[in-house]
Nanobody, 114 residues
Framework: VQLQASGGGLVQAGGSLRLSCAAS?????????MGWYRQAPGTQRELVAR???????NYADSVKGRFTISRNNAENTVYLQMNSLKPEDTGVYYC????????WGQGTQVTVSS
């Protein structure tokens, strides 16, 4: 199983980014819980958003109303649309597979400048 995350970058506060996570190997995202986590320097990795196979979504309180997780089953890809970004959203973002994540992508850096 491989999860390839992309789409990170440097953006000013208030801006937007869209992260993508392309899954390959023996995983079908349509029947898996997929998630996005982030880790800032000196902190633990935290859940940002999660989408179950049934389409139920969960978000961290800090991103509710600003971030949206979605998936394209045909492309086996999960997305994280991030709007109204804040400096505190800065970190390395990882995609994951499994409700208690079993697989991790390599991470993509998101930096939000004030």
């Amino acid at each position: 199983v491989q999860l390839q995350a992309s789409g990170g970058g440097l953006v000013q506060a208030g801006g937007s980014l869209r992260l993508s996570c392309a899954a390959s190997g023996s995983i079908i995202i349509g029947i898996a819980t997929m998630g996005w986590y982030r880790q800032a320097p000196g902190t633990q990795r935290e859940l940002v958003a999660r989408i179950t196979s049934g389409g139920t979504t969960n978000y961290a309180d800090s991103v509710k109303g600003r971030f949206t997780i979605s998936r394209n089953n045909a492309e086996n890809t999960v997305y994280l649309q991030m709007n109204s970004l804040k400096p505190e959203d800065t970190g390395v973002y990882y995609c994951s597979a499994g409700f208690t994540p079993t697989y991790w992508g390599q991470g993509t850096q998101v930096t939000v400048s004030s």
